[in-house]
């Protein structure tokens, strides 16, 4: 498997947890309870990082075919439509002047205007992934380090976040618009 | 619990890609369109902050 295009993969899903570990940390160090289309953006992040999950898993078993990467770059694109649309409605929500927008900035700008960066730059990587498909596809299969981390990772970042939510919508079906504390604790 | 259910399709379509079992992506296009209907159902909602 060619090293870069390893290197590529691994780098978009970390990408990716990286900002949904540093949107957990705020959470809880800001005290600041996510909204819904937070939640939402937080989901599709984590669909969005399948798709390399599965390229780098199923590479490791059946060798880098095109279907393969294909499959992978689409698992990151459809998601990410749907997760940067979910944070253009949220950006859109908050941009009349004077508002102070939802949570507090990190490095300038809110977490929502970050998502929407993150999801075109996924979707970019995933464009490139497909334009390069002819070279990296045929690749020899071998042991891909950090490919088996990466996924059990992303497994921890959703049971986490599956705690979190619960935690903060209770057994309500649905969570508050402008939550402010954690319900499963409240009475 | 709608979100933790929505979760916990992702999960399992993690857990398909790992085991390498055939039903992870059908299962990601599942989680994929739920997540989309609870958007649509959250935008065409009245909205209860104030703007």
Request: hydrophobic share 60%.
């Given at each position: 498997m060619n090293a870069l295009y390893r290197l590529t993969l691994l780098g978009n899903a970390w990408v990716l947890l990286a900002i949904l570990a540093g949107a957990f940390i705020a959470q809880f160090a800001m005290g600041e309870p996510p909204c819904p289309l937070c939640v939402m953006q937080r989901i599709a992040m984590m669909l969005a990082a399948l798709g390399p999950c599965y390229t780098l898993l199923t590479a490791q078993r059946e060798g880098l075919s095109a279907r393969v990467i294909a499959i992978g770059a689409s698992i990151t694109v459809l998601a990410s439509l749907l997760g940067a649309a979910i944070s253009i409605r949220q950006v859109l929500l908050h941009i009349l002047p004077g508002d102070p927008g939802f949570g507090a900035p990190i490095f300038g700008y809110h977490l929502y205007t970050w998502a929407v960066i993150a999801f075109a730059c996924s979707i970019a990587a995933s464009g490139a992934q497909l334009l390069g498909l002819q070279w990296f596809a045929g690749s020899a299969t071998r042991l891909i380090p950090g490919a088996r981390l990466t996924g059990f990772v992303l497994g921890v970042m959703l049971v986490a976040n599956i705690l979190s939510v619960v935690a903060e919508a209770g057994f309500a079906w649905h969570l508050p618009?402008?939550?402010?504390?954690y319900l499963l604790f409240s009475r | 619990m709608l979100y933790a259910l929505l979760m916990l399709a992702t999960l399992g379509a993690l857990i398909g890609f790992m085991r390498g079992d055939a039903y992870g992506v059908p299962v990601f296009i599942l989680a994929l369109f739920a997540t989309a209907l609870a958007f649509v159902a959250d935008i065409t909602d009245a909205l209860t902050i104030s703007l």
């Amino acid at each position: 498997m060619n090293a870069l295009y390893r290197l590529t993969l691994l780098g978009n899903a970390w990408v990716l947890l990286a900002i949904l570990a540093g949107a957990f940390i705020a959470q809880f160090a800001m005290g600041e309870p996510p909204c819904p289309l937070c939640v939402m953006q937080r989901i599709a992040m984590m669909l969005a990082a399948l798709g390399p999950c599965y390229t780098l898993l199923t590479a490791q078993r059946e060798g880098l075919s095109a279907r393969v990467i294909a499959i992978g770059a689409s698992i990151t694109v459809l998601a990410s439509l749907l997760g940067a649309a979910i944070s253009i409605r949220q950006v859109l929500l908050h941009i009349l002047p004077g508002d102070p927008g939802f949570g507090a900035p990190i490095f300038g700008y809110h977490l929502y205007t970050w998502a929407v960066i993150a999801f075109a730059c996924s979707i970019a990587a995933s464009g490139a992934q497909l334009l390069g498909l002819q070279w990296f596809a045929g690749s020899a299969t071998r042991l891909i380090p950090g490919a088996r981390l990466t996924g059990f990772v992303l497994g921890v970042m959703l049971v986490a976040n599956i705690l979190s939510v619960v935690a903060e919508a209770g057994f309500a079906w649905h969570l508050p618009d402008n939550p402010t504390r954690y319900l499963l604790f409240s009475r | 619990m709608l979100y933790a259910l929505l979760m916990l399709a992702t999960l399992g379509a993690l857990i398909g890609f790992m085991r390498g079992d055939a039903y992870g992506v059908p299962v990601f296009i599942l989680a994929l369109f739920a997540t989309a209907l609870a958007f649509v159902a959250d935008i065409t909602d009245a909205l209860t902050i104030s703007l």
